[in-house]
């Protein structure tokens, strides 16, 4: 029987399209999420340390990311009825770093037969031919990829970044701007670069409201209400 090939999906390519079961029934992925950000992760496995620590992170941040036109989709390979009791385990016996209680309310695929993590390029066979990844896929309104994390499976994702380039993508798309080293909403802003010599000079010699270290480096004020009313819903 010929084995089957995937190719790694990449930044700027449509997401791959899947139906799936998970803890909140069928889904068909990217389509019932169109106009909406998605954030696709996966995670190596139910019931192990790590996994809950992030879960119950990214199930107490839910509401930042429902308020920034996000919806959160994770996936591991194991099964729907393993999900739920690890789910329910959660809720009812783990406590860590003050949360407890926490409910997770967002699908969770069951991907036993691996399709949808080697679909995704979750499966790193170096890391593990058994387990998924510790994989994160940005996926805009239009459902297209923009972006891609990969982590190992000893090392839990800090998921304060994840909100920080959520929000930078869609800040970037709405003010048509680059964003430097560790930017945060309010700091400075990259101007594109300039296209011709002319533009080049002139930005050199403005007197606008743009700090110039030289021709091809300038960046303007972006002030932090501006961009959070425009990325988060009120």
């Given amino acids: 029987m010929e084995e089957k090939t995937y190719s790694m999906p990449r930044i700027g390519e449509k997401a791959p399209e899947f139906k799936a079961v998970t803890t909140q029934g069928e889904i068909n992925f990217p389509a019932d999420y169109k106009g909406n950000w998605v954030i696709l992760f996966s995670h190596p496995a139910d019931f192990t340390p790590v996994c809950t620590s992030e879960f119950m992170t990214f199930a ?3 509401k930042r990311f429902n308020e920034a036109n996000c919806k959160l989709v994770g996936l591991s390979v194991d099964g729907l009825y393993s999900h739920i009791a690890w789910l329910r385990t959660i809720k009812e016996k783990i406590e860590y770093k003050g949360m407890k209680n926490v409910e997770v309310n967002f699908p969770l695929i069951e991907d036993i037969t691996m399709e949808v ?3 995704y ?3 790193q066979p170096g890391e593990s031919s058994t387990k998924a990844v510790r994989a994160v896929f940005f996926i805009d309104p239009k459902g297209i990829i923009r972006t891609i994390l990969y982590y190992p499976l000893s090392l839990g994702r800090n998921f304060e970044e994840i909100y920080r380039a959520l929000i930078g993508l ?4 709405e003010f048509s701007v680059a964003l430097p080293a560790d930017w945060q909403p309010g700091d400075d802003v990259i101007v594109p670069t300039a296209g011709s010599c002319g ?3 002139q930005r050199m010699e403005s007197k606008e409201e743009m700090t110039c270290y030289d021709w091809f480096f300038c960046t303007k004020k972006l002030d932090k ?4 009313k425009k990325v988060l819903k009120k």
Avoid at 170 to 173: L, R
Wanted: zero cysteines; aromatic letters at 0%.
């Fill in 225 to 228: 209400d501006t961009v959070l």
């Fill in 60 to 62: 107490t941040m839910e």
């Fill in 199 to 201: 533009v080049a000079k």
């Fill in 121 to 123: 390029g979750m499966m």
């Fill in 170 to 173: 869609q800040t970037a798309d």
């Fill in 117 to 119: 993590a080697n679909l």
